[in-house]
C-alpha cells in the first residue's frame, strides 16, 4: 500500500510568495494531521482534521497560515504571504479507526525554504 | 499543561551498549506513550508504544520502561547497532484523542 504522500518534497521560494504543500493520506485513514519540524522548536502540531473537518487549529501559528481537506483523500497547507521564519519540514501524517490510538503515520516531508 | 520533555539532546553509544532515552510529562490525563524514530530525509515512524497500566514494555531489543507515579518514561536500546542511528522521539497523547505531543529529539549515533 502505498504511505502518505507530500508534495513538493523541496520548495524554495521568496519572501512574500504564496506557498502551497500537498498531502494525500493513506486511503481509508479519517484523521489527517499537519506537523512543522525545525531545529529549536522539533515537531509542533499545526492542525488536525477528523472526517475532512478541522478539529484543532490551535497550533497554527498565525493568518498566513490556512489548511484545507476538500475531501478524504486530499490536504492542502497554504501560507500567504511567506516569510523567513517559515521555513522548516513540514510533514503531513494520517490515521485510521482501524489503527491504534497514537499511531500516525508520516510522510516524507516538505522542507520549505524562505530566501 | 501539555509539554513533553525528553533527553538528552544527543547520544553517542559504542556499538553493543545500551542507549537510554528519557521523558517526562505533566499532564496526568496522558494515557498513550509512543516512542518514534526518524531517519534523516524521512518522516517519523512508530517504533514502540505503552499504556499507563503496564510498567515495562518489550519488543526485540527495544524497551520502554514506565513509572506512572514520576511520570516519566524511557526507552532502552540494547545491543545498540549502527543502523540504530537516527533521531528518537517520545510523545503522548490522551483519550481517543490522536493528536500527539512530541519531545523535542534525541539524536542517537551508534559507533561502529
Known amino acids: 500500500d502505498a504511505g502518505v504522500i507530500q508534495s513538493p518534497r523541496h520548495e524554495v521560494t521568496e519572501m512574500g510568495q504564496e506557498v502551497t504543500l500537498r498531502c494525500k493520506p493513506i486511503s481509508g485513514h479519517n484523521s489527517l494531521f499537519w506537523y512543522r519540524q525545525t531545529m529549536m522548536r522539533g515537531l509542533e502540531l499545526l492542525i488536525y482534521f477528523n472526517n475532512n473537518v478541522p478539529i484543532d487549529d490551535s497550533g497554527m501559528p498565525e493568518d498566513r497560515f490556512s489548511a484545507k481537506m476538500p475531501n478524504a483523500s486530499f490536504s492542502t497547507l497554504k501560507i500567504q504571504p511567506s516569510e523567513p521564519r517559515d521555513s522548516a519540514v513540514y510533514f503531513c501524517?494520517?490515521?485510521?479507526?482501524?489503527?491504534?490510538?497514537?499511531?500516525?503515520?508520516f510522510g516524507e516531508g516538505s522542507r520549505l525554504t524562505v530566501l | 499543561q501539555q509539554q513533553v520533555k525528553q533527553s538528552p539532546q544527543s547520544l553517542i553509544v559504542q556499538k553493543g551498549g545500551i542507549s537510554i532515552i528519557n521523558c517526562a510529562y505533566e499532564n496526568t490525563a496522558f494515557d498513550y506513550f509512543p516512542w518514534y524514530q526518524q531517519f534523516p530525509g524521512k518522516g517519523p515512524a512508530l517504533l514502540i508504544a505503552?499504556?499507563?497500566?503496564?510498567s515495562e514494555k518489550k519488543e526485540g531489543r527495544f524497551t520502554i520502561s514506565f513509572n506512572k507515579s514520576a511520570k516519566q518514561f524511557s526507552l532502552h536500546i540494547m545491543d545498540s547497532q549502527p543502523g540504530d542511528s537516527a533521531t528518537y522521539f517520545c510523545a503522548a497523547s490522551k483519550g481517543s484523542a490522536r493528536q500527539l505531543t512530541f519531545g523535542s529529539g534525541t539524536q542517537l549515533t551508534v559507533l561502529p
Open positions: 505503552i499504556r499507563p497500566d503496564v
Open positions: 501524517a494520517s490515521s485510521g479507526q482501524g489503527t491504534n490510538t497514537g499511531e500516525l503515520f
